[in-house]
């Protein structure tokens, strides 16, 4: 299958801080997706994005989809402490998701 | 809010007992899927399927067996339950629009520990 490479693996933060994390894939993607998880539950969608260059807001998010179609941004802006759990980018045409990123934000 | 529904949520049962783990989505997707999923790790996918009698194995190797006997629901059986297959059980669907349609909705997840 695709292989999906999502960096970093683990974010500290402190509160107030903006945060970037991305993916990247071995392959062309016609859409990419956001998740995001908190503990003890299953992934919600943040954000979709469907079109090479895309950037698209939802709140404190943007997202980004890169030109060459191989890869992916998400930043959130002015980090919460709700901000925490592990986010994860997923491209639909496998069902696979990256390994996600971990967040903490501490008050 | 999404439909789609698992349960158990928490399951604790000894070794060598077969188990079910149900899936139901009342949203009329075509599509649904099975992760594996340890404590702050990565989803690994067991299973999926495209609608009713399709199944198919995903990237993880897994002991489980699904079935698709009707669109909205989509248990994982294990046979024979083993401590290694303790892990938090993940069921999604989605829609027909492209290979996700435009987004997959996740359950809360079954919690199983064999001991």
């Known amino acids: 299958g695709q292989q999906l490479n999502q960096s970093p693996q683990s974010m500290f933060i402190q509160e107030g801080e903006d945060v970037s994390m991305n993916c990247t894939s071995s392959s062309i993607f016609n859409t990419w997706l956001w998740y995001k998880q908190e503990p003890g539950e299953g992934p919600v969608l943040l954000i979709a994005?469907?079109?090479?260059?895309e950037l698209t807001s939802n709140g404190r998010l943007t997202a980004q989809f890169g030109i060459t179609r191989k890869d992916s941004f998400l930043n959130i802006s002015a980090s919460i402490p709700s901000d925490v759990g592990i986010y994860f980018c997923a491209g639909p045409d496998d069902m696979r998701f990256g390994a996600g990123t971990r967040l903490t934000v501490k008050p | 809010e999404a439909d789609i529904y698992q349960t158990p949520r928490y399951l604790v049962i000894g070794t060598g007992k077969k188990i079910t783990l149900e899936c139901s989505q009342t949203m009329g997707h075509d599509k649904m899927y099975w992760y594996q999923q340890d404590p702050g790790m990565e989803l690994h996918l067991i299973h999926y399927?495209?609608?009713?009698?399709?199944?198919e194995k995903g990237d993880l190797s897994s002991e489980s067996t699904v079935s698709r006997i009707r669109t909205e629901h989509f248990p994982l059986t294990l046979e024979s339950a083993r401590p290694s297959h303790t892990s938090q059980y993940l069921c999604?669907?989605?829609?027909?629009?492209?290979?996700?349609?435009?987004?997959?909705?996740f359950g809360q997840g079954t919690r199983l520990t064999v001991v």
């Open positions: 399927s495209y609608g009713v009698n399709s199944t």
């Open positions: 999604a669907s989605s829609g027909l629009q492209g290979a996700w349609g435009t987004e997959a909705f």
């Open positions: 994005l469907y079109k090479a260059g």
